[in-house]
């Protein structure tokens, strides 16, 4: 008997190690507010208060034809490249619901998804990934070559319906900020 109980011992002690390093993990990664120092729920008023000490500069604000209010703006960042960011409040609402980010270059797409790790986590397993993926793909005008999604987890630290996504195409990287709670 010794011998079972032995094996079964030391399994029972990596699981725990395991689960406890897993939950230190999550509980080391950021929860998903919004994006920089803008938060999810903020007015366009207080958003636009914001963005010069986020960086962004060159803002323009419009209203799209089915009512949405956009605040588009430039990001600089050190090494030259400009990241484009869109800020939007849906029709009906003066509520920040979703922060797009537009990366001109596909072969950062390493270093972006590094960068969200290091901050919110390891994303989301693949099939579930695969599974937004394909309920996605088909109402967008161009097809994406890859996703990976963060958040989702229902507990006091992170809200369920707050993700964050990052998007590969051929030409360009999109990252969005979205609470699902606040759109349509």
Known sequence: ???TTQPAALFGT????????????????EDITGYRSVEFGMSSETVLTHLESDGITNVETMETTENDLLI??????????????????????DRLALVVTFHPNVEDHAVVKEQLVARYGQPWAEEMTEWWFEQLREGMPEEPSSLSIWGGAESE??????????????????V????????R
């Open 1 to 3: 008997m010794a011998i």
């Open 176 to 183: 969005e900020y979205l609470d699902t709670r606040l759109l």
């Open 14 to 29: 990596l699981l725990t190690a395991l689960v406890l390093s897993a939950a230190s993990a999550v509980a080391a990664a």
């Open 72 to 93: 588009d703006g430039e990001l600089h960042v050190s090494d030259g490249a400009v990241t484009d960011v869109r800020y939007v409040f849906p029709a009906g609402s």
């Open 157 to 174: 630290q992170q809200e369920r319906g707050r993700f964050v996504r990052l998007w590969s195409f051929d030409d360009y990287l999109s």
